[in-house]
């Protein structure tokens, strides 16, 4: 099992490579993607700043709060897009019948799907996660508690996305089913949990599980808890495995477009 991991993850890094080398061959729109991120998302950070030059805190959140947890968003994202980045494309593949060619690869089905695209202005959020940390307060222990953390973060976002996506071995439309789950997580995680109260709450610990891809991880880095640790840990192993269960069971519903193109 320890060797086929090993297998897997050196098949992600070395499509993550290819991805990259791709999209370098135009350098001045690979660098405008990553700079332009990281000036956008430095945009909402001022925002927040205005926002608390005019009030101490927002539901119990200062403004080193916020910078952490806008931090965590912006890393967890960025690792979602980063190596997964065709998650977003996995219903219309479904629905269009296009995934003959990764049917035929010699590699895990869902797996060469999900790592067929990097988006590149995601590395500007993950430059722009790790300056925020910088500026939060950065140890070895937050370096590497929040490593963690927006890595589980990013594989939690890619599994709920697979989640919802294979709903189009069943159904049409599921390609904005989709797309509306990963915008509310993304518009949702970057608030104040303490702002939400009673069922939009609940929503974070189950259908939306932004509590478990960030707001959790948020309250260890400020005060670590084993017990919220190792939950944090466990979710993400169970909806990853959820999700390739869901996925390969739709598999068996799926229908060939007849598209056999190559991947090169």
Known sequence: MLTEAKKELK??????????????????????????????????????IIFFSIKDNIGGYYLKDVILLWALASGTYAICFIFFGAVQE???????????????????????????????????????????????????????????????????????????GSLA????????????IMGTMLNFGTYPDSIFKGAIRLL???IIPIGFSIYMPLYILKDFNIISFIIVISYTVLIVLLGFLIFYKGLKKYSSGNLMSARV
């Open 90 to 164: 996995l219903p219309n593949l479904i629905m269009n019948g296009k995934i003959d060619s990764f049917l035929v690869q010699p590699k895990n089905v869902l797996l060469s799907i999900l790592v067929s695209k990097t988006k590149i202005s995601a590395i500007g959020d993950l430059m722009y996660s790790y300056i925020l940390l910088f500026i939060y307060g950065i140890s070895i222990k937050n370096f590497l508690l929040f490593t963690l953390f927006i890595i589980t973060g990013g594989i939690i976002v890619t599994a709920i996305a697979v989640i919802f």
């Open 169 to 180: 071995f069943y159904i049409t439309k599921a390609d904005t089913i989709t797309g509306n």
């Open 204 to 206: 974070f610990y189950t």
């Open 11 to 48: 098949f992600i890094f070395l499509s993550i490579k290819y991805n990259l080398a791709r999209e370098m061959t135009n350098k001045v729109a690979f660098l405008t993607n990553i700079i332009f991120m990281i000036l956008n998302n430095a945009a909402f950070l001022i925002e927040w």
